[in-house]
């Protein structure tokens, strides 16, 4: 059976990933798909990369687009590093990146290239990095960084009144969009939460793999999910995104 399987941010944690990989039992049926933020963390960007391009050869994977991808392929492009992207992960991924080759480089690019802003499947699920504001959708939202920037989504979601039914004039159109909406972007440990959240029919996988959390992933079908190690013992002798 064809499950649909969504991971939540990466960071340059590739042997988490690895260790995730071998826990969720998958099949070749089985579909990933990624919430973005691959790189910006721990020392493997790079590496984690090529990682993923190698699976896509021969699982069906869909790459969401997260904020940190923007800054990293931005950098790859024009070889400009953004001050903020620097002080937030980006000085991680530009020494994992240290001697790579111009074949690497290009292949690299047209993986960034290729990634969704956002993905609709087949039962009206969104898999999106980080929200949208616009109450008709992401494909009208007039600020496109929003599906990598926006937490409003994810803040309305989780803070609205549980009595006001769906039928409500009051209850956001946003949230009536879909049938369920999966995203990344805000750790669950900004909530002092280690595993999934849920506010509505907003699923948040983000469980903080970048910091001293876990990395996620969840069977939208049934809600069973796995997680690694925390990522951090992966790589003692470094921060990722901890201060």
Known sequence: MKRTLVFGDIHGGLKALIQ???????SE??????LGDYVDGWSE???????????????????????????????????????IWFLHGG????????GIDSSDKEKHLEF????????VDENNNLFIHAGFSSMHGPEKEH???NYSWDRTLWE??????????????????RLLLFNEIYIGHTPTLHYDVEIP?????????????????????????TKVFWQSDAVQTFYPNEKGRNK
């Open 91 to 98: 000085k991680s991924t530009i020494e994992s990146y240290k």
């Open 156 to 173: 309305m979601a989780l803070t609205m009144d549980k009595r006001i039914q769906k039928d409500s004039l009051s209850y956001p159109k």
């Open 29 to 34: 049926k089985d579909r990933f798909i990624f």
């Open 45 to 83: 960007s790079k590496q984690l990369i090529d990682f993923l391009i190698d699976l896509s050869q021969k699982q069906e994977c869909v790459f969401i687009k997260g904020n940190h991808d923007a800054w990293c392929q931005e950098w790859l492009e024009n070889d400009v590093v953004n001050d």
């Open 143 to 145: 600020y496109k960084t």
């Open 197 to 221: 959240m849920q506010g509505c029919n907003v699923w948040n996988i983000d469980t903080g793999a970048g910091f001293y959390g876990k990395l996620t992933c969840l069977d939208v079908e």
């Open 20 to 26: 995730l990989l071998e826990r969720i039992n998958y």
């Open 112 to 119: 960034f290239n290729g990634m969704k802003d956002y993905f």
